[in-house]
C-alpha cells in the first residue's frame, strides 16, 4: 500500500524565489488498485508524482510504501514517463533498453532472457528485441517504456501522462494494454492524466487536484464494472455522469458535489 502524508513541495525554499507547488497533500493507493490523478494544467501533478518516487525531496510530510518511508526511488516502484523518445536509450535495442535497469538484480543469462522476452512478448513486441528504438513507431515505443517497467516487476508502478504523445488509437490500445497486464500481474498504479475520459475508464478511483499549490479537491469512486470496454463502458450513463462530474469537479469544485446522485 502506498500513503502519502500531509506532503508539501516548495520549490527553492527559503528563496526570494520560493514557489508552492503541493500545499498539503495526503492519499493513500490499496494493492492492486488503479488511481489516476487529475487536475488543472500546471496544478502540481508531475511534481506530486515525482515526490512520491522518491525522485525530489519533498519539503515536507512522508510517503510510506508498505509501511517503509520513501527517501529515495523504492526497489518495488517503476516509473514511465509521457517521454519515451527521451527515455529509451537510442543506441540500445529493444531487448538492451528492457534490460538495462535489470542490471542491479544479478539474473543468469538464461532468466534474463526469458524474462525480457516473456515481457516483450506480454506487450505485443515478441519480434522487436534485436530493433532499436527509432525503428519503432511512437506507440511501439511507448511499449518498450512498459515492458522496461514490467520486467523490473515492480509492485507499483507510476506512470506521468504516458499516451498523450500517441494517436487515439494506439492510446485506447495501450490503455486496455495496462488494464490487461494490471491484472495479468497484480501491479497497483497510479497514473497521472489530462484526460478526464482515460482517468475514468482506467480507475478504480479518480484523485481531482486543485490549482497550485495543489491539494486534493475530491476523490471520485468510479464503480464501473469491469473488464472495461473502449465502446461498451464508454457507452454507458454512468460512464457519461461519471466523467460530468470529474469535469466539474476540476472546472468549478463547488459545483460538482451536488450533481453525484
Ligand atoms: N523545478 C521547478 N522549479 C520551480 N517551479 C517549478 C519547478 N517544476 C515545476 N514548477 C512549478 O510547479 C507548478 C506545478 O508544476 P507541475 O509540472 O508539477 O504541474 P503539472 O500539474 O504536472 O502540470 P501540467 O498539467 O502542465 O503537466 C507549476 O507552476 C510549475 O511552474
Known amino acids: 500500500m502506498l500513503r502519502v502524508e500531509h506532503l508539501r513541495k516548495v520549490y527553492g525554499a527559503g528563496t526570494r524565489r520560493s514557489f508552492e507547488a503541493v500545499a498539503d497533500l495526503s492519499v493513500t493507493v490499496a494493492e492492486r488498485e488503479f488511481v489516476s490523478i487529475v487536475g488543472p494544467s500546471g ?11 522518491g ?26 514517463f509521457q517521454d519515451y523518445s527521451r527515455s529509451l536509450y537510442p543506441w540500445m535495442t529493444v531487448e538492451q533498453n ?11 543469462k538464461a532468466a534474463l532472457r526469458e524474462l525480457i522476452q516473456d515481457t516483450l512478448r506480454s506487450v505485443g513486441l515478441g519480434d522487436a528485441g534485436a530493433k532499436y528504438p527509432w525503428q519503432l513507431s511512437g506507440g511501439m515505443q511507448q511499449r518498450v517504456a512498459i515492458a522496461r517497467a514490467l520486467a523490473y516487476q515492480p509492485e507499483i508502478l507510476l506512470m506521468d501522462e504516458p499516451f498523450a504523445s500517441v494517436d487515439a488509437q494506439t492510446r485506447a490500445d495501450l490503455e486496455d494494454l495496462v488494464l490487461d497486464l494490471r491484472d495479468r500481474y497484480g501491479i497497483t498504479i497510479l497514473f497521472v492524466t489530462h484526460d478526464i475520459d482515460e482517468a475514468v475508464y482506467l480507475s478504480d478511483r ?16 468510479i464503480p464501473l464494472p469491469r473488464p472495461r470496454d473502449q465502446v461498451e ?20 469544485p463547488e459545483q460538482a458535489a451536488s450533481t453525484l446522485t
Open 206 to 221: 479518480v484523485v481531482v487536484l486543485t490549482p497550485s499549490p495543489t491539494r486534493v479537491a475530491e476523490i471520485v469512486d
Open 43 to 53: 496544478a502540481g501533478k508531475t511534481t506530486l508524482l515525482k515526490c512520491i518516487a
Open 233 to 252: 463502458t464508454k457507452e454507458q450513463p454512468d460512464f457519461a455522469h461519471l466523467r460530468a462530474y470529474v469535469w466539474r469537479s476540476i472546472k468549478r
Open 55 to 80: 525522485l525530489l525531496p519533498q519539503t515536507s510530510g512522508t510517503v510510506y510504501l508498505d509501511d517503509e518511508e520513501v527517501v529515495g526511488p523504492p526497489e518495488k516502484m517503476a516509473l514511465v
Open 98 to 108: 528492457v534490460a538495462f535497469p535489470l542490471k542491479r538484480r544479478k539474473l543468469g
